[in-house]
């Protein structure tokens, strides 16, 4: 989808529903949005699934106008309904020499790299690979990208508004196909992990809530902590409320100012 093809509205619009601009089939939603100015920005589109599967496919073959989309991912299905047993939950740019890392609900972590002898290339319609195992009652819950010799961060977030940030260095590479290692301590009454994310010391991430409100904070006011912490109070959900997903703030603070100036003169011009 192009972006000049979305209709621009203000922040607090409502906006229109993507199936007015792109084939959905019935059931189908949207699990992550990438942009991209061209299909040379990186060498593949790395894709994860709840189950632990992984797969790496050549950016360039995603290249198509297709209003009805492609075929990413080939999910595992029920062999008497037919019908899919997995999700995608991931989806994020990468090169051979970036790592990949994996955080489950249940708190554990494994990061490996993204070259050719531990996850070689496939073709958009094949199911993938075992990227991560895990213990009973947990599941993947989310991937991201650690860009080669970049010193960043991992910050977790519950639904409770507790957040913790460590440094990418202290989890060590594996191998694929493990159950990783602890990235965070869920102590009793702080919630359980919705997110994770690659930061900077320099991020905003926003908490997404349950009702719709947005909470956005600078990643520095986390303080760097061990991979076995608890962490610190990020945001407070209201009562009866919760945070049910992160993102990282794409807007700076010039874009921002821009923008609200521009909803002003048009609130003004209305008045």
Not at 59 to 82: C, F, H, K, W
Not at 162 to 178: P, S, V
Not at 229 to 249: C, F, H, M
């Amino acid at each position: 989808l192009k972006a000049y093809e979305l209709p621009e509205g203000s922040r607090d619009s409502k906006g229109q529903h993507v199936a007015n601009l792109l084939q959905f089939t019935p059931g189908e939603t949207i699990q992550a949005v990438l942009s991209i100015p061209n299909y040379d920005v990186a060498k593949y589109l790395v894709l994860a699934t709840r189950s632990g599967k992984v797969k790496k496919t050549a950016l360039q073959e995603y290249d198509s106008p297709r209003q009805g989309g492609l075929i990413a991912v080939r999910l595992m299905a029920n062999e008497e309904t037919g019908e899919p047993v997995d999700e995608l939950i991931g989806a994020a740019l990468c090169n051979s020499e970036d790592d990949i890392i994996l955080v489950s609900k249940l708190g554990m972590s494994l990061k490996f790299r993204a070259d050719d002898e531990q996850l070689r290339p496939m073709g958009r319609q094949t199911a993938g690979v075992q990227g991560m195992r895990f213990r009973e009652g947990d599941e993947l819950l989310d991937m991201d990208v650690v860009a080669a010799e970049t010193n960043k961060d991992l910050l977790v977030v519950t639904n409770e508004g507790f957040a913790k940030r460590t440094a990418i260095e202290e989890y060590r590479l594996q191998g694929r196909n493990g159950y990783g290692v602890k990235a965070v301590q869920l102590a009793e009454g702080r919630g359980s992990l919705v997110g994770a994310l690659i930061v900077e010391e320099t991020d905003q991430v926003m908490a997404i809530m349950k009702s719709g409100k947005v909470i956005r904070s600078d990643v520095n006011e986390v303080k760097r902590t061990g991979r076995t912490t608890q962490g610190v109070t990020l945001a407070k959900p209201d009562k009866g409320d919760e945070i049910i997903s992160i993102a990282r703030n794409e807007e700076t603070d010039d874009e921002e100012n821009q923008l609200e100036e521009k909803e002003a003169t048009s609130e003004n011009e209305e008045a």
